[in-house]
Each structure stands twice: as C-alpha cells, then as structure tokens.
C-alpha cells in the first residue's frame, strides 16, 4: 500500500507570498475554536497518539484545498470512524445512534484541563546511546517511506553536520503506524543552503536544520 | 458573500472581515471555501453532540480549553521570557542552556512545550522557526500559531527564501547577515529571542516585554524600537 503525504511542504515552488497576521487574530469562524478543543480533548483520550493524529491529517486527499481547522476536523472524524467511535451518518444526523458505544481509556473533564495541559506528553525516554556525536557528518536517508515519518522530503539524501544530541525519544514513524514508541536518539542535524538548494539566491547564508532520529540517518565521510 | 450570510445566520458571527480572512487564509482566492462556513459550523457542532452524547468529552472542558489559548497562553508569555533575558545575565546564560527549566521558572511549561529549545539572534546571525510538515509551534509561550505559519506559502518558503519570507513581513536584514532556519520536524519547540532594540537601555522588564512581538519570537520580524507605535 502506498502512503502519500500532503502536509511535506518543504522547498516546495509556487504556493505564493506569505499573509502576516495580527496577533490577536486566533480564529475567522465561530466553529474553529470548537474545532481545536474538540480534537485537544479527544486526544487526550488516548484513543490515538499524536504520531497518529498527523498521519491522518497528512494523508487526507483533499489536504491542500482545506483550511488548517478543516484539516483538523476532518482528521479527527477520520480518527473516531477507523476507531468505531463514530458511525457513519452520525455527525449529517446530528445524533448518535443507540448505544452501546466503545469506551475509552479516559475522558478529559473540565476540572483536569489546567493539569493536562501543564503535564502535555514529554517524548524523551530512556534507551540506547547514541551513534553519531556532535560535529559527526551523515547523510540523511533517501527514497519513498511507506508510511508516516518527520524526514522532510528536501533533506532526504542530503549531507549535514550533527548540531546537537538530544538522548533518545519516541520515534514518531513507529509511533504513528501504532508499533509502540520505540526511542531512539534525536539529533539537530544542519545543512548549508548550498547543500539544500545549490546556487539559488536565497540560499546564500543560510543554514537550515531539522531534528532527526537515527533511523533516518547513515554516517558520511 | 453567500457563506458570510449564512455564517451569521447560525448565530455564531464573529467579527471578522471577509475578504482579509480569506485571503489570510489561502493567500490566494477560493470561492468555494466561502460557502462551506456555514457547514463547517453545523458539522462541528453535530460532532461536538454525538461525542458528548457518547460521554467522550465533557463541554465544559471544551469551554476551558478555548478560554485558556484566549486569556491565558499566548506570545505575552513569551515576551516575558525573552525580556528577562534582556535583563538579566544569569536567567539569558540559564536560558540558552537549558531553555525548557528557565522557561518554566516563569510557569510556562506543558502540552507543545515539553522541550524547548532558546535560539538567540545576534547582530550576524538570525534565527527563524518553521514547521515544514505540519504546524509544530510553542504553545506555552506563544499560543495558538497564526494561520500564516500552518499555511503553504511559510512552510514552504521558509526552508528555501527566508528573506524572501522576510520581505513578506516588511523586514530587510543586512546582506551579510547568516540566517538560521530551525524545522521543527521533532517535538522539540523553538524560541526565538529577538535583539534588544537600540535605545531600550532604560526601560524596564515590563515595558521591554512590550517591544517583543510574537513575529520576533518565531523569527519572522524584529523586536519594536521604543517609541514606535504598538
């Protein structure tokens, strides 16, 4: 099965001028508010993980033509419908239908929102010492992955310099195709704009770093 | 105009102008996102019934998450962050060593915000935050991200023509200048702090924090010079 990502911007031409926005401005409809707390809430379920989250938002076809809170509702009907926890039909009803329903791990009420939020999900976890040390040079792997991953498309066989260790955190590919956490090292791995974009103009003195797991990548010389 | 119409007939108008909305959103235009207002808000609030029917979520707690990235966190938090650091050595050393503990010495820690990481602009090297697969943003100090930082243009651009981006906020950085461009492809979360601005040396903590904007904090703009209109 093929999995393709809509969401892998990256470098990519042709999306236009940037719209600065004032501070205050959080939402433009009444619903995006209710949006953003519903999938907050639901998420705090763990009825799925975060990994998992922005796999279905990064997999919805229609990705590019919806609004940011758009792609989050959408996603989170996605999410509750592979899960049984909605039944088709029941949000064009309004209603659900008879019960009984799937339960949950856990519900958020109002009184745990303060400590929910302060908590939030730390991914750092114990695991294996890392490969590659600071100042180490490495290649970022290349190729199609056939399902969720955070290795940006313009870094995939690119050469960088390890910036920064990070120990061992969950492993978002795993973590999203529901295969346990994993942890592996984290790294800041930086590549010169020349490295990324040759002789383009905009280039020229810049520095663009990503934060990579080992998986993703294999030591250059 | 139709999705306007029907938007304020559901009784959930806010004030918003339509035009700039949209093009907020998409930069560009798209006539089919203005009649899908009045179903988005009809088809969130049918979800918002089934799961609460369900006993999934409790509305109250929705109420409360709304409130709390409407009154509590936003880029003030963030601003006194990066003006204590203005102000005190120890707390800017503390800061760029371990962003995630000094940070929460102020109360901001917790959900986008469990590791932070502080990137400091000098007067060769600035410093950008993006987040080119989805929308990665620190929310303990800045809130909800603006729509221009989830949208195609920024995380496209962003990794490729910073000072293009740069251009697009009204912001010319010298020619020599390095720029520093962090994708947030981890769950680890950036801050930027912005440089002091000139003539700020008698100010205090609260009114630096003043001159500190959220663009300035992801990277996107530049502290406000004293004086200069808020």
């Known amino acids: 099965m093929t999995y393709v990502t809509q969401a892998d911007l990256g470098g990519q031409p042709g999306h236009g001028r940037v719209v ?28 799925w993980n975060i990994d998992m989250s922005r796999a279905a938002r990064e997999t919805l076809p229609d990705y590019a033509r919806l609004s940011y809170y758009e792609i989050w509702t959408h996603a989170l009907e996605k999410l509750l419908l592979e899960r049984g926890l909605l039944q088709p039909g029941e949000v064009e009803a309004g209603a659900a239908i008879a019960g009984p329903w799937p339960t949950l791990p856990r519900t958020l009420q109002a009184a745990d929102v303060a400590t929910v939020l302060a908590r939030g999900s730390p991914t750092a976890r114990p695991g294996p010492a890392p490969a590659f040390a600071l100042g180490d040079a490495v290649r970022l792997r290349n190729g199609a992955v056939p399902h969720h991953t955070r290795l940006p498309g313009y870094a995939r066989g690119k050469c960088g310099t390890i910036t920064a260790v990070h120990g061992p955190h969950v492993f978002a590919d795993a973590h999203a195709q529901g295969l346990g956490e994993q942890p592996c090292p984290l790294y800041t791995v930086a590549f010169s704009g020349q490295e990324l974009w040759g002789s383009e103009p905009g280039a020229a003195r810049l520095t663009v770093s990503i934060d990579a797991w080992e998986p993703y990548l294999e030591r250059a010389s | 105009m139709t999705g306007l119409v029907r938007f304020s007939m559901a009784g959930m108008a806010q004030e918003h102008t339509h035009d700039g909305r949209h093009d907020h959103e998409h930069g560009h235009e798209h006539d089919h996102e203005h009649s899908e207002i009045g179903p988005m808000d009809l088809r969130v609030r049918a979800l918002e019934t089934v799961l609460a029917a369900k006993g999934y979520i409790d509305p109250a707690a929705l109420d409360l998450l709304i409130d709390t990235y409407q009154t509590r966190i936003g880029p003030r938090n963030g601003a006194r962050v990066v003006a204590r650091s203005w102000c005190d050595p120890a707390f800017r050393r503390w800061l760029l060593a371990d962003a995630t503990a000094a940070i929460a010495s102020l109360g901001y820690s917790g959900r986008q915000g469990e590791q932070m ?15 080119t697969l989805c929308s990665c943003y620190p929310w303990p100090v800045l809130g909800l991200p603006p729509t221009w930082y989830k949208s195609a243009p920024y995380r496209s651009r962003a990794v490729r023509d910073p000072r293009g ?66």
């Open chain 2, 165 to 230: 981006v740069l251009a697009d906020f009204g912001v010319v950085l010298p020619a020599e200048t390095e720029i520093r461009v962090w994708d947030s492809t981890a769950e680890l979360r950036y801050l930027v702090i912005p440089q002091r601005p000139a003539g700020s040396e008698q100010l205090n903590e609260e009114q630096l924090a003043a001159l500190v904007t959220r663009d300035s904090m992801i990277g996107t703009g530049l502290a406000r010079s004293p004086g200069a209109a808020a």
């Open chain 1, 20 to 47: 600065p926005e004032a501070e205050g401005e959080l939402f433009h409809a009444g619903w995006e508010p209710r949006a953003l707390a519903l999938t907050l809430a639901m998420g705090a379920t763990g009825a």
């Open chain 2, 117 to 131: 990481h502080a990137v400091e602009n000098t007067p060769t090297r600035h410093n950008m935050v993006v987040c």
